[in-house]
């Protein structure tokens, strides 16, 4: 046998038989041939129920996390709303999970799957909070786990957010493998998947995003215990899309009718994929560099179809500034006594903002909060943005600049999310789409973007003249 | 001097200047892409020599020697009055009454 080439273009040209055989799904079932594919298929192809999915989590102590109403943070929005309005706002307490964030739900099917399947142990390309979920999941199923992390800038300089999650991983027993930045890291992990025989782990694979459905489910039936009725809205901090798209799907298969809305830290002018702008951002997962892209074409991820598809259930998108959300996060800590990780306030604070445009009778929930620590925490991450030249201050978040400053709202009323044209983000979606094939979308297509981006044929018939 | 079986930190280089990917931004591709982990070494040596480590998962890593018995340093960073501020404020137009 030809010994394997390692060059990144050699590895890459095997990556759909990598993948193949380290998640073991093939993909070609799914597919028409032309840009649809059959996503609900994909979706129970894991051939776990949503009762077996929660019996899953149950065994890893996952979920059944609390849901909390915010009555302080609920009273400030109230004296900042006109008459009559500010919602309820409760918050659904994610750190209460073994690894400390939801993410704990998106590794538990993949890791009891891989052990019943006979894999040695598994791989997770992450940089957040899902790199601990993994390990701990494997901890508790005797597997090994190797993460691997892009970390550092080329001066060795880390984000001391993901060395937290670094350390956390080793803690639960995971071997650790931190890169410079760079996409090539999917490269990294299809050598060590080729050479290890492990399960890929991935953030995007249907047992990852099945994982989250029971969020959405225990949100509706704890806010039916505890109010008496669904929630208003439930605001999802966006990156990949799992978060939205799992929790929208459960919220659907409990019968809630609630408005979905994303948010993300708006981290506009800032490549993800520069070194020299990498230690330039105070957040490294929930923002808009994340949440645009995979929003407008998901399958851009680990696997070569994505199940976390947010635009399916997204209602609404609003981005808050990285200042609003280390004040959110001092706000939580000082009027509700949860000190909670910075990056999963984000949805927090937009529900501050969109809560005022809601009247006193409705509700929204926050669908997590994350862990907090050393290196992950506002002052941590405050220190290291001034260490890194930018410039904190108080003062009118709107006049924040991502990576040049950071300002906090010197007043609660200068909090405000700001809406991202929806239909802007549909038409990119159909358009990519539109662009990787060589012929008409056919009728199947076009049914297939309507529900992509949870519009109609005539939406989707107009962008196709448009494009 | 690092012995035998001690639990150490390597870095190394997985794509020179020349190997990065096509998409990688100007500023990216002029650095190569680096890597660091840890796992026991497997003869004495000392920073700065080429070693090989046995992984917690029991791969076999080669890479330069960086430091022994790694630890983490990162912390709660320094003190951000602005934070601070701006939590006494929010504390007080919510139960002082000021506005």
């Known amino acids: ?35 649809a594919f059959d996503y609900e298929r994909m979706m129970r192809s894991t051939g776990y129920s949503f009762k077996d999915v929660m019996e899953i989590q149950r065994g890893y102590a996952i979920g059944n996390t609390p849901l909390v109403e915010l009555k302080n943070i609920t009273a400030l929005v109230r004296k900042l709303a006109k008459d009559g309005f500010g919602a309820r706002i409760f918050i659904k307490d994610e750190a209460a999970n073994p690894s ?42 005797g597997l090994k786990c190797i993460v691997v992390q892009e970390c550092y800038d080329s001066r060795k300089v880390g984000q001391p957010e993901i060395i937290e999650k670094a350390r956390k991983c080793e803690a639960l027993g995971a071997e650790v493998v931190q890169l410079t930045v760079g996409p090539e890291l999917f490269y990294t992990v299809l050598r060590m998947l080729e050479d290890t025989g492990y399960f890929n782990a991935s953030l995007y694979s249907a047992f990852g995003v099945i994982g989250i459905e029971t969020l959405g489910w225990e949100v509706a039936h704890q806010c039916w215990e505890q109010i008496g009725k669904d929630p208003d809205m439930v605001v999802c901090t966006n990156a990949g899309g799992g978060n939205l798209t799992g929790t929208a799907r459960g919220l659907i298969r409990a019968g809630a009718k609630t408005q979905v809305v994303a948010a993300s830290v708006n981290l506009k002018g800032l490549h993800m994929a520069s070194d020299t702008q990498f230690n330039k951002k105070s957040f490294t997962t929930g923002h808009t560099g994340f949440g645009m892209p995979f929003s407008t074409w998901p399958d ?42 910075p990056a999963g306030n984000t949805s927090l604070a937009a ?117 | 001097m690092a012995k035998k079986g001690d639990w150490v930190r390597i870095h190394s280089v997985v794509l020179q200047v020349g190997e990065r990917a096509a998409a990688v931004p100007d500023d990216t591709k002029r650095v190569p892409l680096e890597l660091w982990t840890k796992g026991y070494l ?53 139960f002082g009454g000021e506005e």
Do not use: W
């Open chain 1, 100 to 141: 400390g964030s939801f993410k704990a739900r998106r590794a538990a099917t993949s890791i009891h799957h891989a052990k019943r399947m006979g894999y040695p142990g598994a791989i997770a390309a992450t940089s957040g909070n899902y790199g601990a979920a993994v390990a701990s999941c494997c901890a508790k199923s």
């Open chain 1, 351 to 467: 529900a501050i903002s969109l809560a005022q445009e809601l009247p006193q009778s409705a509700t929204i929930v926050v669908q997590e909060t994350e862990y907090t620590g050393a290196g992950k925490h506002g002052c941590a991450q405050l220190s290291f943005a001034r260490q890194n030249g930018i410039n904190v201050s108080l003062g009118d978040p709107k006049d924040e600049v991502p990576g040049e400053s950071i300002v906090l709202p010197a007043r609660p009323s200068l909090l405000h999310a700001t809406d991202v044209d929806l239909d802007h983000m549909r038409r990119s979606l159909i358009s990519h789409a539109a662009s990787t094939i060589d012929h008409a979308p056919t009728d199947e297509d076009v049914a297939f973007l309507a529900a992509e981006t949870k519009t109609n044929e005539t939406f989707v018939l107009g962008a196709l003249k448009q494009n």
């Open chain 1, 1 to 35: 046998m030809m010994p394997k080439l390692n060059s990144y273009e050699a590895v890459m040209a095997r990556k759909g038989e990598i993948v193949k055989a380290a998640v073991g799904v093939d993909y070609s079932e799914f597919e028409s041939g032309s840009i």
């Open chain 1, 300 to 341: 851009r991820s680990d696997v070569p179809r994505s199940a976390a598809r947010p635009l399916r259930y997204m209602d609404r998108y609003v981005t808050v500034s990285q200042g609003e959300v280390f004040y959110t996060t001092e706000l939580l800590a000082r009027l509700e006594g949860m000190e909670r990780g």
């Open chain 2, 42 to 94: 497997q003869r004495d040596a000392s920073i700065g020599d080429e070693v090989s480590v046995i992984t917690r998962t029991g791969r076999t890593e080669r890479g330069t020697l960086i430091d022994d018995a790694p630890h983490y340093e990162h912390s709660f960073g320094d003190f951000v009055p602005e934070l601070q501020r701006a939590g006494d404020e929010a504390f007080s137009f919510l």
